[in-house]
């Protein structure tokens, strides 16, 4: 995993968003038509939007990182790092549906693709061993990722998402002995433990969901 490089182009946005506030103003033409149901606090909520969109980009390469080690540890890293190497090349060499997408607002959808590679990753893990592959709990946060990147095109990345998992991930994956001696490590206290240190990203950002929303 060449997790450093995508470290780098990411403080490279940061830095760029620092000088132009490009995201920041897209951001703010949004406000007024984010679905009802994503919840800000009244004040600040461009400041605290751009944060959250910022954090979410940020996550990525400690995402993976982390994924890396579990399927190491798991003994099935030969199924599990071709998946984490695309989200990282989607980074690295954007595929051409993210072309002329630059800065902050371009890394959000590679950062989309990267969450959600990891997020139908998650629920294979789910399935075979009734917990996750790596506790990240970004599901909320992609939610709201989905609406800022927009409904049509958000759709496309989705698919994308499919394709490469549908690609390189099967059931046979999860046959092997060393899944099932993992199968078991998952049910010790220290797992848990350690998932427990992974908050819901959204929450902390202050940016949320309420589904009594129409």
Partial sequence: MNTAALREQIQHALHLEAETGQLSRQLETQLPHLHPAIDLPEVDAKGVLTRFVAAY????????????????????????????????????????ILTGHQGLDGLLDEAYLAHRLVEEVNDLYIKHFGQPLIPSNTTVASVIAHQ?????????????VHHAVDQ??????????????YREKLKSPETEAAWKRWPSLSRQLGVGLDLNQP
């Fill in 148 to 160: 800022l990147i927009g409904e049509a095109f958000a759709n496309q990345l989705d698919e994308a």
């Fill in 57 to 96: 980009i940020e996550l990525v390469p400690d995402l993976l990182d982390a994924a890396n080690e579990v399927a190491i540890e798991a003994g099935i890293e030969n199924q599990i790092k071709p998946v984490l190497k695309i989200a990282e090349q989607f980074f690295l060499q954007p595929p051409a």
């Fill in 168 to 181: 390189m991930l099967d059931e046979e994956g999860f046959a092997l002995e060393s899944v099932e001696a």
